[in-house]
C-alpha cells in the first residue's frame, strides 16, 4: 500500500472561494482551458471527518480531472475537532454543493451537470448529497432544493454508517461523526447514511480496492447490493489488490478506472 500521495504537494488551485462566513467554508476551483461551460465535479475529501485532515491531498485528482476537461470544486468544511461533526460537517457539505449556480454566475462551468465524487469519509459525504433529497422535512439537514446531481462516484466510501460502526471503523470515527451510537441517536444514523436512504435516484458508480484496510471492501459491496435492490442504478467496480489510497493518487494503475467513472456519468445526455 502507498500512501506517498498524501505527501506531495498538489498542483495550486485557480481560485480558492469562500461558500459562507466561516474560515474553513471555502472550496478550491479549478478550470480547463477553453471557454466553457464546462461540466463539474464537486470534489469531497476523506480522512474519517476528522479536523487534522484537510482537502490538499485530493487536490491532485482535482488538477488530473481539470486537465482532462472538467471544472473542480474541491471543498473544504468543517469537520470533528474545528467545529465540525453533527450537524455543522452536513450543513457545509450541503452549502459547498449548492453554492455551485453562484460560481456559474462567475466562471465558465455549467451548473446543469455537476457530480460529486468522494474518497473514504469524502465517498459517504458525496453519496450524502444525492442523498439528501430524501431526507423529511422534519430533518435538521432537510433543504427545499438541494443542487441536482447526474451521478455520484464513490472511491472507497463509507456509504453505510450503520455498518460502518458495527466494524468500528478508525476508533469508532462515525460516534465521534454523530455524536453516539445508532442505539443512542437512530434518527441521525438514519438522516446521515446513504445506504438508509435508498434508493437515491441518482446514478452512482462505487470503486473499492479489494485489500483496503481502512475502509472494508465489504462496506461498498454491501451498498450496491442494497442500492440495487432498492432500485436504483448502481455499479460496484472492484479493484483487485488496491488499498486505500491508490483511487486518489493520478500515476496509479486504478486511476484510469475512476476516470472512465467521471467520464461514464458525465457524458452528454
Not at 457545509?92 to 462551468?109: E, K, M, W
Not at 432537510?142 to 443542487?147: D, E, G, H, I, R
Request: glycine share 8%.
Amino acid at each position: 500500500m502507498s500512501d506517498s500521495i498524501l505527501a506531495q504537494a498538489a498542483p495550486p488551485a485557480d481560485q480558492r472561494i469562500w461558500y459562507a462566513a466561516d474560515p474553513l467554508q471555502f472550496g478550491d476551483l479549478r478550470l480547463p482551458a477553453g471557454n466553457g461551460p464546462f461540466p463539474v465535479v464537486i470534489v469531497v475529501h476523506g480522512g474519517f471527518w476528522r479536523a487534522r485532515y484537510d482537502l490538499e491531498h485530493i487536490g491532485h485528482v482535482c488538477a488530473a480531472l481539470t486537465a482532462l476537461g472538467y471544472a473542480t470544486w474541491n471543498i473544504e468544511y468543517r469537520r470533528v475537532g474545528n467545529g465540525g461533526g453533527w450537524p455543522t460537517t452536513f450543513f457545509d457539505v450541503a452549502q459547498a454543493a449548492d453554492f455551485v449556480p453562484q460560481l456559474a454566475q462567475t466562471y465558465p462551468i455549467d451548473a446543469q451537470r455537476v457530480l460529486s465524487l468522494g474518497h473514504s469519509a469524502g465517498g459517504h459525504l458525496a453519496l450524502w448529497l444525492a442523498a439528501r433529497s430524501k431526507l423529511a422535512p422534519t430533518s435538521p439537514l432537510w433543504q427545499a432544493q438541494p443542487l441536482r446531481l447526474q451521478g455520484v462516484v464513490s472511491l472507497a466510501g463509507v456509504a453505510d454508517l450503520a455498518l460502518a460502526d458495527q466494524r468500528r471503523l478508525s476508533q469508532q470515527a462515525v460516534q465521534e461523526l454523530l455524536g453516539g451510537s445508532p442505539a443512542e441517536y437512530p434518527e441521525r444514523y438514519h438522516d446521515a447514511s446513504p445506504a438508509a436512504l435508498l434508493p437515491l435516484g441518482v446514478p452512482q458508480i462505487v470503486l473499492h480496492g479489494t485489500d483496503d484496510g481502512p475502509v472494508p471492501f465489504a462496506i461498498s459491496q454491501s451498498y450496491v447490493e442494497q442500492a440495487v435492490a432498492a432500485g436504483d442504478e448502481a455499479r460496484l467496480v472492484a479493484l483487485p489488490n488496491a488499498h486505500h489510497f491508490e483511487l486518489i493518487d493520478p500515476s496509479s494503475r486504478e486511476w484510469p478506472a475512476v476516470v472512465a467513472a467521471v467520464q461514464d456519468l458525465l457524458a452528454t445526455p
